[in-house]
């Protein structure tokens, strides 16, 4: 009986993840959730993501003052950048980058890798 009750809390979690469509955090994971079932922890929606941080099915964005948000692997491994909305703290994907960006560094400076995260407003805002 319990074990039922975790094994669908942990696969309402993994599917509300997978059909997202953008990185989430622990918190908006929660508020999903609940939607479907009658109630869930922060601890086990944090159990479920390190599980599947675990299983390297997700892996965990971090954006400097904000939440940590998670997104699907197959994702994550497709090089590309963030949108944060500031009016309600969503993250979305950005498909594409604009490159070049070696060009702007100083001379004899050699770059490993970059970040871009574009702020602003969401069309749901
Ligand atoms: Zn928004
Ligand atoms: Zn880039």
Same mark, same amino acid.
């Given at each position: 009986?319990?074990?039922?009750?975790?094994?669908?809390?942990?696969?309402?979690?993994?599917?509300?993840?997978?059909?997202?469509?953008?990185?989430?955090?622990?918190? /908006?994971?929660?508020?999903? *959730?609940? #939607?479907?079932?009658?109630?869930?922890?922060?601890?086990?929606?944090?159990? *479920?993501?390190?599980?599947? #941080? /675990?299983?390297?099915?997700?892996?965990?964005?971090?954006?400097?003052?904000? *939440? /940590?948000?998670?997104?699907?692997?197959?994702? *994550?491994?497709?090089?590309?950048?963030?949108?944060? =909305?500031?009016? =309600?703290?969503?993250? &979305?994907?950005?498909?594409?980058?604009?490159?070049?960006?070696?060009?702007?560094?100083?001379?004899? &400076?050699?770059?490993?890798?970059?970040?871009?995260?574009?702020?602003?407003? =969401?069309? &749901?805002?």
């Amino acid at each position: 009986m319990k074990e039922t009750r975790k094994t669908k809390q942990f696969e309402t979690i993994r599917s509300i993840i997978t059909n997202a469509g953008r990185p989430l955090s622990i918190d /908006e994971m929660r508020k999903s *959730a609940l #939607e479907e079932l009658d109630s869930i922890g922060l601890r086990t929606v944090y159990r *479920a993501v390190r599980r599947m #941080e /675990e299983m390297g099915e997700i892996e965990r964005i971090k954006v400097q003052g904000m *939440a /940590e948000r998670y997104e699907l692997s197959n994702i *994550a491994s497709i090089h590309h950048h963030h949108f944060h =909305c500031t009016s =309600c703290d969503s993250l &979305f994907d950005i498909h594409g980058c604009p490159g070049g960006l070696s060009e702007l560094l100083p001379k004899g &400076f050699t770059m490993d890798s970059h970040d871009i995260l574009l702020t602003g407003k =969401c069309n &749901f805002c």
